[in-house]
């Protein structure tokens, strides 16, 4: 089969287009070929060399996420059969024509979708009902501030929390960004390039604060957040990408009884995972398959494109997700 492999850490031009084994699925296991890919952040980061895939994915293949056909199952999978259209969660080697996944991390292509629009789903909902809905408990009625509201990640949480009742604030780098999140759901966004969100957030919540924040920032964020967070407020951290180091005043943390927490989702295991898929089909499919929640798409790239789309990946002048593309 062709792949998509990191022939090297380092910039993008160290995605290479070979021949790779096709893999052969475990008992629990299913075979897809893939139609398409979607890129994300950590695939970016493992390229650079600084996150290593667990020991049982592939080592040089990344992607997390794909959308295709099955063309065949393990011996104990009970779930799905040859034929069938599924978008998968994955640890990895999601970049080539054949990808293996855990039966219970599959999910129904929604049939008013593309497969290309279906690739871009697994990693940003899973990633956030496991952090905004598990860890932070947003109830309807709450409030939500997403930091990074275009991104992948932003796109989602805007559209699935505002769907189950909740208001939400974004920040995000350039006006049309912020009137782009808005158009999707946002109660507001908020330029960061221009505005200081603490502030804002001060303002546009009366002094109270917000319920929940789901960052992806880190670093000097954390002050910020802190001050936006209301009494009983839940921080969950899902990257650091101003860094890992921040100043915490466990006054305010003490004060508003502050929750602080976060996770990563590629280390965690096939049950954990597939709990979530099962709660996404029950919750969220139903709203995807309506069309009251839609993927965001802003290119996608054929398979042999992958170093472009990376440069677009870093560059974040993308609005929503960015997919790589096998077959039609």
């Not at 052969?24 to 060399?49: C, F, M, S, Y």
């Not at 650091?240 to 003490?254: F, H, I």
């Not at 979530?276 to 042999?304: C, M, N, R, T, Y």
Request: charged share 15%.
């Amino acid at each position: 089969m062709n792949a998509i492999i990191i022939s090297q850490p380092g910039a993008p031009n160290v995605l290479q287009l070979t021949e790779r084994p096709q893999p052969t699925p475990k008992q629990n296991e299913v075979l897809i070929k893939v139609a398409a890919a979607g890129i994300n952040r950590p695939d970016v980061a493992q390229r650079k060399g600084v996150y290593p895939p667990p020991p049982d994915a592939p080592q040089d293949i990344p992607g997390l996420e794909v959308a295709g056909t099955i063309t065949a199952v393990g011996t104990a999978v009970t779930q799905w059969q040859t034929g069938d259209q599924v978008c998968a969660l994955v640890s990895g080697g999601g970049y080539a024509e054949y990808c293996t996944a855990p039966e219970g991390q599959c999910l129904p292509v929604p049939g008013n979708l593309s497969m290309a629009e279906a690739a871009s789903l697994p990693e940003t909902f899973f990633t956030v009902w496991s952090n905004v809905f598990n860890r932070g408990q947003l109830q309807p009625g709450e409030t939500l501030l997403v930091h990074g509201g275009s991104s992948g990640i932003g796109v989602t949480a805007i559209q699935v929390a505002a769907a189950l009742g909740s208001k939400v604030y974004v920040t995000a780098g350039s006006d049309d960004k912020c009137q782009f999140c808005e158009q999707l759901g946002a109660a507001k966004a908020i330029n960061y390039k221009t505005q200081n969100f603490a502030d804002e957030m001060k303002h546009l919540t009366n002094g109270k604060g917000v319920n929940v924040i789901l960052d992806m920032i880190g670093g000097d964020y954390t002050t910020g957040n802190l001050e936006s967070l209301a009494e009983d407020g839940r921080l969950v951290m899902i990257n650091t990408m101003n860094g890992k180091d921040a100043e915490v005043d466990l006054s305010v943390v003490m004060r508003k009884r502050l929750t602080i927490t976060g996770s990563t989702l590629r280390p965690r295991n096939t049950a954990f995972k597939s709990a979530i898929a099962k709660s996404l089909q029950q919750h969220i499919w139903p709203l995807i398959e309506s069309g009251k929640i839609k993927p965001v798409i802003h290119e996608i790239f054929a398979a042999d494109q992958a170093a472009k789309a990376h440069e677009l990946m870093e560059s974040s002048t993308h609005i929503g997700k960015i997919v790589l593309q096998f077959s039609v």
